[in-house]
């Protein structure tokens, strides 16, 4: 190609560029959609206060990006905040694209303020409501957005088309800069503060001060029915959600269609997304749309108070007539359960593994480490004078100094170990407490520890629950992949009695554990690359709670991790 000819081919792409950088690109058989991301800070007010936050585009929810299955992705992200920052694809498989994964040390350093990374992927065979954000510094918990999906042009829902579509974005809102509140609470060795406010779409509702009018409003016309792509962006919280004298029809669980499923609340938990169908059938009137706490630990404070949306019907009543919506109590399991249990893939014969070559056993929790700062009353706030961790097998996971990738693509040595065992250091009752029941007996071993597989490999993976300081739900999620949920259930996993579901189980990409209870997961690692696997709720990653999956190259190229970008950022 000729120097003139390549120059008016960049001119036309950035134009194209230029073009689609907007929230929503345009609706045309695009195969490649291209979006500008500006990391930078906006004033906003809340809860009487104003203060400074970190935003995609000055924007709280971020932008959506909007695509097609099958669709490129270009995503260029400038940094104008002061803080490092990263953005990950919540839920793409990122299929041979394992350097555009986003999260910090793990597959990239962090873009650092002034500079910018693009991100360039493909939505492999991947349909639905997916999520991105931040993945550093709990920049999350005011920089996330939504990714929604939608079928190729012709390809119909497998469920009735909706009149309209909205994205329903939970969240949770604190008044304090959020990268020094996880300085300090880390600091501290104690646990978080409880947030300040639950937000739908970034509001809070009536429910908080100065808030009577910061309320996110839905009209709905009678008789019509909508679907509600539901995302929780929240940081340390997982949540209830229902709609005043309205029921749900659960069609879609991360990204992935689901046998129709009736229910009056859903429990989601941070990363979850579902797309669920509601209809105006109600007498005209103004419905609360409700966010409230699911919280299965025990001794943990937490934000209490009602999250509010308005469902309202095109000529109702003043809003402030809304009638409220019924939550389950904070600590109903049961409920929870209940959601899950009806959670099937729609697909009638998906494709379980049934063989396995790699049985893995990982212990999920939270640690007390023993005290050895010289100023406990400030550094050692845990149980008994401890300072809280977490881990998998009991062992806490420490990110590296450079990328993990880079390390292990360019064979860096002295970053990390791929000792991470596949079974549990010490077996006992896991659920009903540590060895000798002492919180301050449940030291964690540190490291960068990886667990490497080959390609191909048939994985099953039980995560087990521990009670060691507290049982709790822990949603756990894998990145790269999306896998079969083929069993879960209370108490201690014992093979003999676990009952799997081998032909229809849901396939996500993050799974709430049961509290006391155990999970399992099936997927076949076919995609190169190094992949993290973590609680996504944050305080328990600071503390330690992942481990990273490394999947070697097969053979071939369509089968082997492609050369890094040129732009990737340095550490």
């Not at 910090?104 to 954000?133: E, M, R």
């Not at 860096?412 to 301050?440: H, K, R």
């Not at 191909?456 to 992949?481: A, S």
């Amino acid at each position: 190609m000729t120097s003139s000819a390549s120059s008016f081919t960049t001119l036309i792409s950035w134009l194209s560029l230029l073009l689609c950088f907007v929230e929503k690109c345009p609706t045309a058989a695009s195969t490649t959609r291209f979006y500008d991301f500006k990391v930078r800070s906006l004033r906003i007010t809340k809860l009487c206060n104003s203060k400074d936050i970190v935003t995609i585009n000055g924007m709280f929810p971020g932008p959506v990006v909007y695509a097609q299955e099958d669709d490129t992705v270009i995503v260029r992200v400038s940094n104008l905040s002061p803080y490092n920052a990263t953005i990950h694809w919540h839920g793409v498989r990122q299929r041979l694209s394992c350097w555009f994964d986003g999260p910090s040390y793990i597959t990239q350093c962090p873009i650092q303020a002034g500079d910018t990374f693009t991100y360039n992927f493909t939505l492999v065979q991947q349909k639905g409501t997916l999520f991105w954000h931040a993945h550093i510094s709990w920049l999350r918990a005011t920089v996330h957005g939504a990714i929604v999906v939608h079928p190729k042009s012709g390809v119909p829902y497998p469920f009735i088309f909706p009149y309209q579509e909205h994205v329903i974005i939970l969240g949770e809102y604190w008044l304090r800069d959020i990268p020094r509140l996880e300085q300090a609470v880390l600091a501290s060795g104690g646990p978080p503060p409880p947030a300040d406010a639950f937000t739908i779409n970034g509001h809070p509702g009536p429910n908080y001060n100065c808030s009577t009018n910061d309320v996110y409003d839905v009209v709905a016309v009678p008789g019509k029915t909508y679907l509600l792509r539901l995302i929780n962006a929240a940081l340390n919280m997982e949540v209830f959600f229902a709609i005043a004298d309205h029921k749900f029809t659960i069609v879609e669980a991360d990204a992935e269609y689901t046998k129709p499923f009736t229910t009056d609340h859903v429990m989601i938990g941070p990363g979850q997304t579902l797309g669920v169908l509601v209809t105006a059938d109600q007498p005209i009137g103004t419905y609360s749309m409700s966010m409230g706490p699911y919280m299965s630990a025990r001794n943990v404070l937490f934000q209490n108070t009602t999250a509010i949306a308005y469902f309202r019907y095109l000529g109702a009543l003043p809003s402030s007539l809304a009638l409220p919506a019924s939550l389950p109590s904070f600590n109903n399991n049961l409920a929870v359960k209940t959601v899950m249990d009806g959670l099937r893939s729609l697909n009638p014969a998906v494709d379980v593994p049934k063989q396995i070559d790699a049985d893995l056993f990982v212990t999920i929790g939270l640690n007390v480490n023993l005290c050895h700062s010289r100023t406990p009353q400030q550094n050692c706030r845990g149980p008994n004078g401890g300072v809280f961790a977490a881990s998998m097998n009991n062992i806490s996971f420490i990110k590296p100094k450079i990328s993990l990738l880079e390390a292990y693509y360019r064979r860096i040595s002295g970053y990390y170990t791929e000792d991470f065992p596949g079974l549990p250091l010490e077996f006992y009752d896991f659920v009903n407490g540590a060895p000798n029941n002492s919180p301050n007996d449940t030291q964690s071993l540190v490291g960068t520890r990886t667990k490497v597989v080959e390609y191909g490999t048939r994985v099953q993976l039980i995560f087990q629950d521990t009670g060691t300081v507290t049982t709790e739900n822990h949603p756990m999620h894998l990145h790269g992949y999306s896998f079969y949920v083929v069993g879960y259930g209370i108490g201690n996993y014992d093979p003999k009695t676990a009952n799997f579901n081998l032909v229809d189980p849901p396939y996500m990409n993050t799974i709430g554990v049961p509290v006391g209870g155990w999970a399992a997961i099936r997927f076949v690692a076919d995609n190169p690359g190094v992949w993290f696997m973590h609680c996504h709720l944050d305080i328990h990653l600071s503390w330690g709670l992942g481990v990273v999956f490394i999947v070697k190259d097969g053979k071939g190229e369509l089968e082997s991790l492609p050369h890094p970008p040129a732009d990737l950022p340095r550490c």
